[in-house]
C-alpha cells in the first residue's frame, strides 16, 4: 500500500516534470549565431544557474547549434557569451535571462550575441539585452 503523503509527492513530481500538451514541447537544439569579428565562449544554464547545459567555443560570424540540453518550449535558460581577442583574454562578457516562448517545436530562430567598440550585448526572441 502507496502511504498518502508519497502518492502526493509523485503526483506533484509529475505535474512538474510532465509538461501539458501544447505548452512545453522538446526543442532538439538551442542555435547561437555570434555576430562580432571574434570568437566568442557561450555557456549555456538552467534557470537556475545549478547546471551547465552547453558550453563552447563559436566563430567570428558563425552559427552553432547546441543539443547537450534539453530545451522546452515555456522555460527560462541563461545564454552567456564571452567575447575574446587574438590572445583569448575577455573583452566583453554579457549574459541573458531568456524565455523559450515558442509555439512550436520547429522554431529555429538563433540567440545572437554582439561585440562592437568595447560593448557587447545579446538579441533573443525580438528582444535585446541587457535592458
Known amino acids: 500500500m502507496v502511504r ?11 505535474a512538474v516534470l510532465v509538461p501539458l500538451p501544447g505548452q512545453a514541447i522538446n526543442r532538439l537544439y538551442l542555435p547561437t549565431r555570434n ?15 545549478t547546471r551547465n547545459l552547453d ?13 547537450a540540453g534539453t530545451y522546452l518550449t515555456g522555460s527560462y535558460y541563461y545564454v552567456r557569451f564571452e567575447f575574446v581577442d587574438k590572445d583569448d583574454k575577455v573583452v566583453c562578457d554579457t549574459k541573458a535571462r531568456l524565455f523559450a516562448d515558442y509555439t512550436n517545436g520547429n522554431r529555429t530562430e538563433t540567440v545572437t550575441g554582439y561585440y562592437k567598440d568595447g560593448h557587447c550585448y545579446i538579441k533573443a526572441f525580438d528582444k535585446i539585452f541587457p535592458y
Do not use: C, M
Not at 40 to 49: G, M, P, V
Open 35 to 49: 555576430a562580432s569579428d571574434h570568437k566568442a565562449w557561450i555557456t549555456i544554464q538552467n534557470d537556475i544557474k
Open 55 to 67: 558550453s563552447g567555443w563559436v566563430a567570428a560570424g558563425a552559427v552553432r547549434e547546441w543539443y
Open 4 to 14: 498518502p503523503s508519497r502518492l502526493l509527492f509523485v503526483l506533484a513530481a509529475a
